[in-house]
């Protein structure tokens, strides 16, 4: 079983940065690939970016691209989410989530373990 925390969020300016961690144990990181995915209130947990076991690909909603960047370390067993530029629309509870494949996809339900979230507020 893989457990997943999250960390590093919090309020943040319109305009600031924030970087959020996501913690793993009980399987060897390098195996999965990771996505980070947000879910506002009343709205659907949608994608946010993704990065293979190896790190070689990486793959961002267009919402967010050019603004994060998602990487890992996995001598660490640990993967991040460096937002910048934060606009109050990217207002979220920000969860982190394994595959357990090579492919990146973007939908949820792709994804095989799932931390608790970190809420990041972003005010305007």
């Known amino acids: 079983q893989v457990q997943l925390v999250e960390s590093g969020g919090g309020l943040v300016q319109a305009g600031g940065s924030l970087r959020l961690s996501c913690a793993a144990s009980?399987?060897?990181?390098?195996?999965?690939?990771m996505g980070w995915f947000r879910q506002a209130p009343g709205k659907e947990r949608e994608f946010v970016a993704a990065?293979?076991?190896?790190?070689?690909?990486?793959h961002y909603a267009d919402s967010v691209k050019g603004r994060c960047t998602i990487s890992r370390d996995n001598a660490k067993n640990t993967g991040y989410l460096q937002m910048n530029s934060l606009k109050p629309e990217d207002a979220a509870v920000y969860y982190c989530?394994?595959?357990?494949?090579?492919?990146?996809?973007?939908?949820?339900?792709?994804?095989?373990?799932w931390g608790q979230g970190t809420q990041v507020t972003v005010s305007s």
């Open positions: 989530a394994l595959r357990n494949s090579v492919v990146i996809r973007t939908t949820p339900t792709s994804y095989d373990y």
């Open positions: 009980g399987r060897t990181l390098s195996r999965y690939t």
């Open positions: 990065i293979t076991g190896s790190g070689a690909v990486t």
